[in-house]
Nanobody
């Protein structure tokens, strides 16, 4: 089992920045690919960003490419999502996710563990 706890969400104006953190505990964190998903009201949960077990490769949804950056610190069992140039359409609950795979997973069905989520609200 992997337990995931997100933090860092909040209210920010358009154009601003936030940094989300996800602290993992349980089985060996460094062997899991990690990802961030988000879910806006009335919409399906969608992939935002993913990172391999080693941190050597990342992948982003087109909607956030160039604005968001995912990273991880395996020594601290933590994954981050740096969000810059935020837009009102980025408003959502952001969920940290872990896969038993070592390689990037973009589909919900490939995720094995979920965090409870942290709210990000971007005002115009």
């Amino acid at each position: 089992q992997v337990q995931l706890v997100e933090s860092g969400g909040g209210l920010v104006q358009a154009g601003g920045s936030l940094r989300l953190s996800c602290a993992a505990s349980g089985r060996t964190f460094s062997s899991n690919a990690m990802a961030w998903f988000r879910q806006a009201p009335g919409k399906e949960r969608e992939f935002v960003a993913g990172i391999t077990w080693s941190g050597s490769s990342t992948y982003y949804a087109d909607s956030v490419k160039g604005r968001f950056a995912i990273s991880r610190d395996n020594a601290k069992n933590t994954v981050y999502l740096q969000m810059n140039s935020l837009k009102p359409e980025d408003t959502a609950v952001y969920h940290c996710a872990a896969a038993l795979s070592r390689y990037i997973v973009t589909a919900i069905r490939g995720i094995d563990f979920w965090g409870q989520g942290t709210q990000v609200t971007v005002s115009s």
